[in-house]
């Protein structure tokens, strides 16, 4: 079963405006990773958060991690086309072995020009 | 996608023939990984491996194996494909160390007809 499950499922928004996509998780974690991926392309890592932090910066992105509630929040800010794209999240286990990740199901996130 | 290629690109292909998919990696790290993604599901993790000859099964091992002779190197082979084996491949690459992000290959579009 899916480690994390991100919320909503599709994001439509004007561009400018601000993005919130949601992750939950089941298990204790080492560390939260947000990754990005474009039509018909891999995955690219976006930023990643350790499990002792609450909220990292990178450019226009911001992460919350809330451990007691095991959920994260990825905010894109001043959203542009370009960030038209399916966003993913993935969790690395706090017992697991060999740098094993999670990936949940992904948000479809539609910025409108 | 730098450092990090995946052979081939597209592939079709009958049910019962073997398929081997391969990805090739330039950046010396320790781990690979496969996956596949499905649409609802998400990326699950086929195999993995964490060293040369070293590998593990992951969550949709079934029907699949791997090979890692050499550092630069990860197979993924069907034995005897089957039309529930139609996805896109994802090899992804990680140092092991640090923070442990991923990085993926651009995929392989397989179809078991």
């Known amino acids: 079963s899916q480690q994390g499950e991100e919320d909503p499922q599709a994001l439509s928004i004007q561009e400018g405006e601000n993005a919130t996509m949601n992750c939950s998780y089941k298990t204790s974690i080492n560390n939260l990773q947000w990754y990005r991926q474009n039509s018909g392309r891999g995955l690219v890592h976006l930023i990643l958060i350790r499990s002792n932090e609450r909220e990292k910066h990178s450019g226009r992105l911001r992460v919350t991690l809330d451990t007691s509630k095991k959920s994260s929040s990825l905010l894109i800010t001043a959203s542009r086309a370009a960030d038209t794209a399916s966003y993913f999240c993935a969790t690395e286990p706090l017992r697991g072995a060999n740098s094993k990740l999670t990936f949940g199901k992904g948000i479809t996130l539609s910025v409108r020009p | 996608d730098a450092g990090i290629t995946q052979s081939p690109r597209h592939k079709v292909t009958e049910t019962g023939t073997p398929v081997t998919l391969r990805c090739h990696q330039t950046e010396n790290h320790r781990y690979m990984y496969w996956y596949r993604q499905d649409p609802g599901h998400g990326l699950r993790l086929i195999h993995y491996?964490?060293?040369?000859?070293?590998?593990d099964k992951g969550e949709v091992s079934d029907g699949y194996s791997v090979s890692r002779s050499k550092t630069e190197d990860f197979l993924l082979t069907l034995e005897s494909a089957t039309s529930s084996q139609t996805s896109v491949y994802f090899c992804?690459?990680?140092?092991?160390?640090?923070?442990?992000?991923?990085?993926f290959g651009p995929g392989t579009r397989l179809t078991v007809l």
């Open positions: 491996s964490y060293g040369v000859k070293d590998t």
């Open positions: 992804a690459i990680s140092s092991g160390t640090g923070a442990n992000e991923q990085f």
